[in-house]
């Protein structure tokens, strides 16, 4: 449900973006305006090219907001120093197309890869933290398998683990699906959905794959790096 009395965790007003410059300056953004509640699962569509991508990074911290408003939980983006950035990568998870993991990790290191930028934690700690949530994605019973003796689905299930251990407030996926089965693909989502409740965390997910849109409590559709519609979904 949507919470219109709370602080929406993304409030993005009048934000444009370009790449390049001089001659080579193209604009990827156009004055996008959009707001994302706590608990809120929001997919995003657009073909490719359509500034998806880019509008993620940008939510996420992962660049630098250049014109216009782009709020997370009330911190302004534009023009936030990098320590500030750096604050609100802390408080997103990540989930990209391909699962990023590292070859030379096991799973269980890979998940504690995503707590070792909270230095609050001691090593038994990560430990039993990574342990947990790998069981909450199922697959506790390959803790110590390497990335290269997972399927595709359990690679991306490590990346929803190594995701969602921090808790974060915010879960950023780009294309999780798309190296995915059509079935993997739905377990993935079911269980991002299922994770993200228990948390309370809020979802942003962009997808081409239309068999998934049904988690959606909201969908944005790009086109040329305008947010043309902004609809809540129907039935659910
Ligand atoms: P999508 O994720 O919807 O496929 P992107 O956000 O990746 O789209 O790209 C939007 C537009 O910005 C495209 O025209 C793309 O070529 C351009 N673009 C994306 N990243 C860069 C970059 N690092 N440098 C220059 N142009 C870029
Ligand atoms: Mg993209």
């Given at each position: 449900?949507?919470?219109?009395?709370?602080?929406?965790?993304?409030?993005?007003k009048n934000l444009d973006h370009f790449?390049?410059?001089?001659?080579?300056?193209?604009q990827?953004l156009f004055d996008i305006?959009?707001?994302?509640?706590?608990?809120?699962?929001?997919?995003?569509?657009?073909?490719?090219?359509?500034?998806?991508?880019?509008?993620?990074?940008l939510?996420?911290?992962?660049?630098s907001v250049q014109s216009g408003s782009l709020?997370?939980?009330?911190?302004?983006?534009c023009g936030?120093?990098?320590?500030?950035?750096?604050?609100?990568?802390?408080?997103?998870?990540?989930?990209?197309?391909?699962?990023?993991?590292?070859?030379?990790?096991?799973?269980?290191?890979?998940?504690?890869?995503?707590?070792?930028?909270?230095?609050?934690?001691?090593?038994?700690?990560?430990?039993?933290?990574?342990?947990?949530?790998?069981?909450?994605?199922?697959?506790?019973?390959?803790?110590?398998?390497?990335?290269?003796?997972?399927?595709?689905?359990?690679?991306?299930?490590?990346?929803?683990?190594?995701?969602?251990?921090?808790?974060?407030?915010?879960?950023?996926?780009?294309?999780?699906?798309?190296?995915?089965?059509?079935?993997?693909?739905?377990?993935?989502?079911?269980?991002?959905?299922?994770?993200?409740?228990?948390?309370?965390?809020?979802?942003?997910?962009?997808?081409?794959?239309?068999?998934?849109?049904?988690?959606?409590?909201?969908?944005?559709?790009?086109?040329?790096?305008?947010?043309?519609?902004?609809?809540?979904?129907?039935?659910?």
């Open positions: 449900m949507i919470n219109t009395f709370s602080q929406p965790v993304i409030d993005i790449f390049g410059s001089g001659e080579q300056r193209k990827a305006n959009l707001e994302i509640y706590a608990g809120e699962i929001v997919i995003m569509t657009g073909p490719s090219g359509s500034g998806k991508t880019t509008l993620l990074t939510i996420g911290g992962l660049r709020k997370f939980l009330g911190q302004e983006l936030a120093t990098p320590r500030q950035l750096v604050k609100v990568r802390r408080q997103a998870g990540y989930i990209f197309q391909a699962h990023n993991l590292h070859g030379s990790l096991t799973a269980l290191h890979n998940v504690r890869m995503g707590l070792e930028i909270h230095s609050q934690y001691s090593v038994k700690e990560m430990k039993e933290m990574a342990t947990h949530i790998l069981q909450e994605v199922g697959l506790g019973n390959r803790l110590n398998h390497y990335p290269d003796n997972l399927s595709g689905g359990q690679k991306q299930r490590v990346a929803i683990a190594r995701a969602l251990v921090n808790h974060p407030q915010l879960l950023l996926a780009d294309e999780p699906t798309a190296a995915l089965d059509s079935k993997s693909g739905r377990d993935v989502v079911t269980l991002m959905q299922k994770l993200a409740k228990e948390q309370g965390c809020t979802i942003l997910l962009v997808t081409h794959d239309n068999r998934i849109l049904d988690v959606a409590d909201r969908t944005v559709y790009m086109e040329d790096g305008i947010l043309k519609s902004n609809q809540l979904a129907t039935a659910k």
